[in-house]
């Protein structure tokens, strides 16, 4: 059983910045693609980036394509969404996943999820 467990998480003001981290464990970290996503109350839960197993491929949503870097540590097992020109609406709750397979922007295909951290950005 694969457990994801998120933080970073918080309040901070327009144009500034928070760092997720989720840590990844009961399966080798080394097999898992890994993907952000977030949802607010007014949405449906939504892509935001993913990273492939080795590193070489990361992907983003448009909106937030500039402003996010997504990152992994493989000796840490853990997985990173550094966040920066943070606006209002990326107010939402930010999930970890992870799936044993290519990187993927569906949430479908995705069998691990953290909990979930809330991020709140104030203008």
């Known amino acids: 059983q694969v457990q994801l467990v998120e933080s970073g998480g918080g309040l901070v003001q327009a144009g500034g910045s928070l760092r997720l981290s989720c840590v990844v464990s009961?399966?080798?970290?080394?097999?898992?693609?890994l993907a952000w996503f977030r949802q607010s109350p007014e949405k449906e839960r939504e892509f935001i980036s993913a990273?492939?197993?080795?590193?070489?491929?990361?992907y983003y949503a448009d909106s937030v394509k500039g402003r996010f870097t997504i990152s992994r540590d493989n000796i840490k097992n853990t997985v990173f969404l550094q966040m920066n020109s943070l606006k209002p609406e990326d107010t939402a709750v930010y999930y970890c996943?992870?799936?044993?397979?290519?990187?993927?922007?569906?949430?479908?295909?995705?069998?691990?999820w953290g909990q979930g951290i809330h991020v709140t950005v104030s203008s």
């Open positions: 009961g399966r080798t970290f080394d097999n898992y693609s």
């Open positions: 996943a992870g799936r044993e397979g290519l990187a993927s922007a569906k949430i479908s295909e995705y069998a691990s």
């Open positions: 990273i492939s197993k080795n590193r070489d491929n990361t």
